[in-house]
């Protein structure tokens, strides 16, 4: 971008003698994924289909209304001049080529995972009954993802370092996030991003709750430190942010408030910020949250249904370039907008986020330098995580193994009152309706409440 900051100094230290698009993405697993043998990866199934309805929400303190600006500050509007991006597209490149068209001239990536507990069970219709973090030959939904939005953005990307956090783990839960690296170094471009995420899924404990707050105070950490530069941030994730079944029509969760403030907070900065949903959802509050978001400098902000897209019945390129033209076409814009609005190339003053380092037992796969943070808060993992068939082979400190036991798997916020036949539990308003238990999928024949 040619800004000055922090990124060069990355830069320097980091940067590899070869290039990402020297590399030509050489992974060609991850270029373009094949999904066949016995775990077909997206079926088609209908998008209002779950295996439990969405809680219904009763109650809570914080009402969600839109903020009047100060009376001092002049409400900015946002230019709707900008170009518009076509949807008529067959190859990824072809969509590279359309965003340098319309104006995108350079770009930086973040990715932020998700890490909770939810992707357990979110896989059972879109991902053959498997955990969305389920590591094989066969790349997960959030493999795929990765590998098609860096495909198409890598061009735009001067250093090719990225950035990469997790969040939602039994270390970070909805307060903080950690980074693939120990050091916090950044990935040389999207192939090392996947490399790393295999080897830290094995050493994670999901966990909970679901916010999107931390990752996106992290962006604006980054942004800043980098002189102002332009960013995309990119968060992957299986389920929509928080919110309990007392959370009142209106209302928002805890959860749902820090996120709708670090958006609007962020919007004083040049950063975009893509939400890909992966799993089976439900992603109808997602959508409605989308759109009442609170007055932003520049909208900045954009859902895409990865699992809706994936799932149609039509060729593979297709449904990848639509994918990559759902989550990109507003880029442009935004970009656009970040320079008229006199936001590019300024620094506000962000959150100041530090991430916590990596999970113990991916540290040693890590190439890092001498320098590197230092934690207790780490449990190292007795067996390797591998998603569903492994749903229980990790040892959790004493402090999160309370908090999980004692914690509704679905909610993640009310206590455990309702038992299953199977022997599982969730809360009584998550579990009331479920036609199959979340943890061991087994039919649900006999529901008994606890007092």
């Known amino acids: 971008m040619g800004g000055r900051g922090s990124k060069e100094e990355v830069r320097r230290s980091f940067r590899s003698a070869d290039s990402f698009r020297s590399r030509g993405y050489a992974e060609e697993q991850y270029s373009t994924p094949r999904y066949g043998g016995d775990v077909p990866a997206y079926q088609n199934y209908p998008t209002s289909t779950s295996s439990y309805d969405p809680p219904h929400a009763t109650g809570y303190s914080q009402p969600y209304s ?109 307060q903080d996030v950690f980074s693939f690296f120990p050091d916090e170094r950044p990935c040389t471009g999207f192939s090392e991003a996947l490399s790393r995420y295999k080897e830290i899924v094995p050493h994670l404990r999901l966990a909970g709750p679901t916010s999107f707050a931390p990752i996106i105070e992290k962006a604006m950490t980054i942004v800043e430190q980098s002189g102002g530069q332009y960013h995309v941030l990119l968060i992957i994730a299986d389920g929509q942010v928080t919110r309990s079944v007392d959370t009142q029509s209106g209302y928002l969760s805890s959860q749902e408030q820090k996120t709708v403030d670090s958006i609007v907070k962020a919007s004083e900065f040049p950063l975009s910020i893509v939400l890909v949903g992966v799993g089976d959802g439900p992603w109808d509050m997602m959508k409605e949250f989308d759109d009442n978001i609170p007055a932003r400098s520049f909208d900045n902000f954009q859902f895409v249904n990865f699992t809706e897209i994936m799932s149609k019945n039509t060729h593979q390129k297709r449904k990848e370039t639509e994918f990559a033209l759902a989550a990109l076409m507003e880029i442009p814009s935004q970009y656009k907008a970040t320079i008229e609005l006199g936001i590019l190339g300024k620094s506000a003053r962000s959150p100041q986020r530090i991430a916590l380092p990596p999970p113990d037992g991916s540290r040693a796969a890590a190439a890092f330098g001498s320098k590197s943070f230092q934690s207790t808060s780490f449990q190292k993992s007795s067996t390797p995580y ?21 914690s509704c798997p679905i909610c993640l916020t009310n206590p455990k009152n309702l038992a299953f036949g199977c022997g599982h539990q969730t809360c009584y308003d998550c579990g009331q309706s479920l036609l199959t238990c979340p943890i061991c999928r087994s039919e649900i024949v006999t529901r008994i409440r606890l007092y």
């Open 66 to 174: 839109v903020p009047q600006p100060p009376a001092t500050r002049q409400t900015r509007k946002l230019d709707r001049r900008y170009s518009q991006i076509s949807d008529n597209y067959n190859s990824l490149e072809q969509v590279t080529e359309a965003l340098a068209r319309a104006g995108l001239e350079s770009s930086n990536l973040i990715v932020g995972i998700d890490f909770t507990k939810s992707n357990e069970w979110t896989g059972k219709f879109s991902f053959h009954n498997r955990s969305l973090h389920h590591i094989s030959d066969i790349p997960n939904p959030y493999e795929h993802a990765i590998s098609i939005i860096g495909q198409t953005l890598s061009a735009f990307d001067e250093d090719n370092l990225i950035p990469c956090y997790g969040f939602g783990d039994a270390s970070t839960h909805d």
């Open 386 to 406: 591998t998603g569903y068939d492994s749903p229980t082979s990790y040892a959790p400190s004493a402090s999160s193994a309370s908090w999980e036991q004692a």
